[in-house]
């Protein structure tokens, strides 16, 4: 900041600049204020600060998963897959049913470590299916159009699969049933952690271990990475343009049908076809906040914005003595997005299309 | 010249027609009348929730109603009744975009609606300007039979409703709670909906006046999944009671998500009509056992029978708590349309509608399913006599439904 006050800083003064740089100053005063009064009035232990940031880790990854998706289409296509909540909701409330049917027959109980893995590749089929038909038919027709038609075009087929999947199966919730192994907490130091949430937590960190590696080691990986860096140069070496193309909406339907039954195993009950709108919007912002097109940075973002709502309600906003604070917990993820998109608009890991641009 | 002739034409063949009708019948209603000819139908409608979370409740009164038909063969004063149905979902959108679009049909002298207070509160200001009569068989908010601006009160005249008043449901279930259960820590969750917001306010109150103490009050967006973090803040102000007055699927999770919070292990968990369906001990499983419920009871032998009109007619039992209600609401429609409507000799009906309304603001002691009902200026109609707690055991879980009642208000309470 320039303190010498002559004609250039004069002419280089914008007021909006002025006030942006007085609103970061106000903000982080306020988290601030909000925190310390919260910490110092002593009304949580600290034992449920940790309780309270790692089932924010357990939600956080579940976005993280579905952040990976939006992520990955952005990568390739520079696109904004808005269907990708859907293609979430499309797996999660298709196995639900197979779950009730586990659980009538016994299955789930007796053999729980076969039955959610079964559930697990189950969803992430019909999610796969969902994503690649979407690409299909919705996105590769625009592939040559401006960029805005393919955005308007995801929320129509967000519309669309909302609607015929309420068509499929009634508008009434459905609930994943209860497996006898998550239930209980196990004590970590004096914090009792519970079961699912360290499953949930686990499951999806072992599934992005396993997209990096897809995406870094494997062949079909560097041709994705080359794809996203110069789709023409790309087709010059050899690679063909559509298969990259499906294989990534495939991974991408894949980890969403996942993270769909890992839901329904930490979150069992509110399956119906609107499931998908929030997590979406959610896992989009997380995305965003990573920095999108970034794979680790998807990952960071769902877990980084996952802590933020399970802590910020009760640190930042009951500091502040604002009441009602929970109600505003969805206040303190998108205020979050605004502030990362005015104060560094590229995520927390950086934008990154491709590993070098000269 | 030659562009006035064809007006004078027009306008001496409208003098005619109407002059013809006036012959027969003549209205004389303040706000308008609805003229029904010889072959067509009396026409009534319903805006209920019949899609979405909350559809139990839609489709409870939806056969209330179409049970209080049947039973009048579908005529009345020798014309067939057609029922218009909208879907008033469980929020002010649907609300209004139901009462628009029945607004909008003139015809339509009286609706059945809406499920949900949310919905009211849009529904009831488009529908009492298009002079038409509201009854509501579900809606329990206090403010919408409240006509002092001040106080929060959105009632408009048309509206009427034969379900208790939430001013009701409170006091029973903070009765309860602090008299039956010897409970004195209370904290509450609500959803933000004038119906969650209202019942909490007057339990808090009513519980406050009984002397026990309130420690919390908070609330939760709809479409959250996660409690952990209210929960994490309920547990630190140490309750004894939960009071949750939402519906299907936050009810379901606080429910399931309270479990797991350490230092709400042995927290009493109640919650109100909202989640009084079939689908709630369903999808929460054994998370909800030992939970209370508030919500309308109704007893007696018109209501054995018409339980069996239900398993006749409609199949099964009734998925909530509010069916009685919409067959005393559409019988009272009725008897007063019956009772305003001026019939001619060749079988055509004027109804005015503010003979209509005031018909039904001046039903007194009308023997209904759900009890002996009396309409007051602000619409209500129920008393608090038809409540009850019921408590959530292993056979709901299985499938048994309606739950058992622990507890019922001692008849001694007057409003």
């Known amino acids: 900041m320039r303190l010498v006050l002559n004609q250039r800083t004069l002419d280089e003064f914008s007021w909006v600049d002025f006030t942006i740089g007085v609103l970061r100053v106000v903000i982080i005063a306020l988290i601030l204020i909000g925190s310390f009064n919260t910490l110092s009035s002593g009304r949580f232990t600290s034992d449920q600060w940790v309780s309270l940031v790692i089932s924010g880790l357990a939600q956080g990854s579940i976005y993280a998963l579905i952040a990976l998706g939006y992520t990955l289409v952005y990568g390739i296509l520079l696109m904004i897959n808005f269907a990708h909540g859907e293609v979430f909701m499309s797996g999660a409330f298709t196995a639900v049913f197979l779950a009730q049917a586990f659980d009538r027959s016994g299955f789930l109980n007796s053999a729980p470590l076969l039955a959610i893995p079964v559930l697990i590749v189950f969803a992430a089929l019909v999610s796969m299916t969902v994503a690649i038909l979407l690409e299909r038919i919705a996105y590769r027709p625009l592939r040559n159009a401006p960029r805005l038609v393919p955005l308007i075009t995801a929320i129509g087929a967000s519309f669309f699969l909302q609607y015929t999947f309420r068509g499929f199966y009634g508008s009434s919730f459905q609930a994943y049933p209860t497996v006898d192994i998550l239930r209980g907490s196990f004590p970590v130091g004096s914090v009792n952690v519970p079961i699912s949430q360290v499953v949930v937590f686990s499951a999806a960190l072992l599934l992005m271990f396993c997209l990096y590696w897809l995406v870094e080691r494997t062949k079909i990986g560097k041709a994705m990475r080359a794809v996203s860096e110069n789709k023409e140069v790309s087709a010059l070496m050899g690679v063909d343009i559509d298969r990259i193309i499906v294989f990534t909406f495939a991974i991408g339907g894949a980890l969403a049908g996942a993270a769909g039954v890992i839901n329904g195993l930490y979150r069992p009950q509110g399956v119906n076809f609107f499931m998908g709108f929030v997590p979406g919007i959610k896992a989009f912002t997380a995305a965003v906040l990573g920095g999108i097109g970034n794979i680790p940075g998807a990952m960071l973002g769902g877990l980084f914005l996952g802590v933020i709502e399970a802590i910020g309600p009760n640190l930042v906003l009951a500091g502040l003595g604002i009441p009602g604070a929970n109600q505003l917990k969805d206040v303190i993820a998108f205020t979050m997005l605004v502030l990362v998109l005015i104060f560094r608009p590229q995520g927390i890991l950086g934008e990154r299309l491709a590993e070098k641009k000269a | ?415």
């Not at chain 2, 579900?138 to 009632?155: E, K, M, R, V």
């Not at chain 2, 007057?202 to 009984?210: P, Y």
């Not at chain 2, 023997?367 to 292993?394: H, K, Q, R, W």
């Open chain 2, 1 to 415: 010249m030659k562009r006035i002739l064809p007006i004078l034409l027009l306008l001496t063949l409208f003098a005619m027609l109407t002059g013809v009708q006036a012959a027969q019948l003549e209205c004389t209603d303040e706000i308008g009348c609805v003229e029904i000819g010889p072959d067509d139908p009396i026409t009534i409608g319903y805006m209920l929730t019949i899609s979405g979370a909350t559809s139990f409740l839609g489709e409870d009164s939806v056969g209330g109603i179409q049970i209080a038909l049947a039973e009048r063969d579908g005529m009345l004063l020798d014309h067939e009744i057609e029922l218009v149905a909208e879907d008033s979902l469980c929020s002010a959108e649907g609300g209004q975009t139901a009462a628009q679009n029945m607004a909008a049909r003139d015809e339509v002298l009286g609706v059945i609606g809406t499920s949900c207070s949310s919905s009211a509160a849009a529904a009831l200001p488009i529908i009492s300007s298009a002079g038409m009569v509201m009854i509501s068989p579900s809606n329990t908010a206090p403010s919408l039979t409240n006509d002092d601006t001040a106080s929060g009160g959105i009632w408009q005249p048309g509206y009427f409703r034969t379900a208790h008043n939430d001013l009701f449901q409170g006091a029973v279930a903070a009765q309860f709670a602090y008299n039956e259960l010897g409970l004195t820590r209370l904290a509450t969750i609500h959803d933000g909906s004038p119906y969650a917001d209202g019942l909490q306010a007057v339990m808090a109150e009513v519980f406050t006046e009984l002397g026990g103490e309130v420690v919390f009050q908070g609330a939760i967006n709809v479409n959250d999944t996660d409690m952990t973090a209210i929960l994490t803040e309920i547990a630190a102000a140490g309750p004894d009671i939960i009071y949750f007055p939402i519906f299907e699927p936050e009810g379901n999770f606080i429910a399931a998500q309270s479990d797991e919070t350490p230092g709400l292990e042995n927290v009493v968990l109640m919650g109100a009509d909202g989640l009084l369906s079939t689908s709630f001990p369903e999808n929460t499983g054994a998370a909800a056992l030992g939970m209370y419920l508030s919500g309308p009871y109704i007893e007696g032998e018109a209501y054995d029978a018409f339980l069996e009109s239900w398993a006749e007619i409609i199949g099964g039992v009734p998925p909530s708590g509010f069916h009685a209600h919409a067959y005393d609401a559409v019988n009272i429609l009725l008897d007063a349309i019956e009772a305003v409507a001026q019939v001619g000799d060749d079988g055509t009906i004027l109804v005015g509608r503010q003979a209509l309304r005031d018909a039904i603001a001046a039903t007194s002691g009308y023997v209904g399913l759900t009890g002996t009902l009396s309409c007051n200026p602000t619409g209500d109609c129920a008393t608090g006599e038809a409540l009850a707690i019921f408590e959530i055991t292993e056979s709901e879980l299985e499938g048994n439904w309606p739950p058992p009642v622990v507890w019922t208000p001692p008849p001694a309470e007057a409003e």
